[in-house]
């Protein structure tokens, strides 16, 4: 059984600034192939770069780079691997290319060639970058049958290993498999995506891609919450007057980051809308669900209102120690004055 003109995509994500403003870089922005009815729209699109063929370890491929608002670059790296391809073949090479040791230097040397296009777009830039990766597996269908119903098991590619699996697997793998008509497939696996589109369109890898995006988003403001979290208990053990100064910049500090990551959510929110086409928005809720946003942004809402409780707390403890400080300041005043009128 043959696929046609199978690809295989190497995804490479990383967390590189607060922001990047996309402005500043003269490049095209990404537009989707087939926006049905104008009904999934970027808010601000990023920003595209073809940076061409590449070619590691005798494997040659496309590479493109997507530079996203709220910091974050993508590195793709698009392998073709013929136009008719039997199907255990591409497998085998499906299940054996992504865990190649060599890519992540690879991924490495591509996104420090590429800080040249950045200058000056980068604000406030990160030292220590989070990364994440996915792999996309796309043709344009199985030669002699429909795409939705294609003729083989998918599982194995689904799950990353040849082995005899449960049923339980294969229904569980049914929840995440979707198509719009008889010529396409999106099957959506954790670090996978399996797409058969018989016009060659890679809007679901788009998609994925921006959920992606938006988990390495999320993961770095969880941390963030988490050691300003961690760091209250030392200020708070300096009570009294002598930790006045302290508590004030706590306060200041736990004030601006909730201010931060709450405009940073809301242009997260905002940045894709997907109102009239029932099909990308499946695949884009079903993108959030399997790969864990929602557990993401619980955790970062939980984190925030301790955030809050612990900011009305310091504040509370400023008002207190300022309340203390006039009063002993008063008190100072009136001694000055008995012990100047006893002089």
Known sequence: MNLLSPHIALYRLYDLADEIDLSRLAT???RLSRPRLGAVRFENPPAQIELGVRSVEGISGLLTARLYEFGVASLSFR????EKVPWETFLAQALALP?????EGFFLAELLALEPYLQGALLRPEEKRLSEEFTVYHALGFEGHKAANPPVDLTPLWMGAKEEFAPEVRREMERYRYSYSTEDLALLGFDRVFILDSEGIWDVADLVEFVHAQLLEL????GVLTQELEAVPQVLKHRGLWGYG????LRRRLMARHAEIADVRARMEGALRITEDLFYAKIYRAALELYG?????RSLEEKLRVLEATYEMVTEEVVHL???AVEVGILALIAFEVVRALY
Do not use: T
């Open 219 to 222: 993961s770095y403001y969880d």
């Open 99 to 103: 865990e190649l040791p060599f890519w």
């Open 246 to 249: 302290k508590l004030q910049r």
């Open 322 to 324: 300022r309340s203390q």
């Open 28 to 30: 095209p922005r990404l």
């Open 293 to 297: 946003a929602h557990e993401l942004e």
């Open 79 to 82: 392998v073709h691997l013929g």
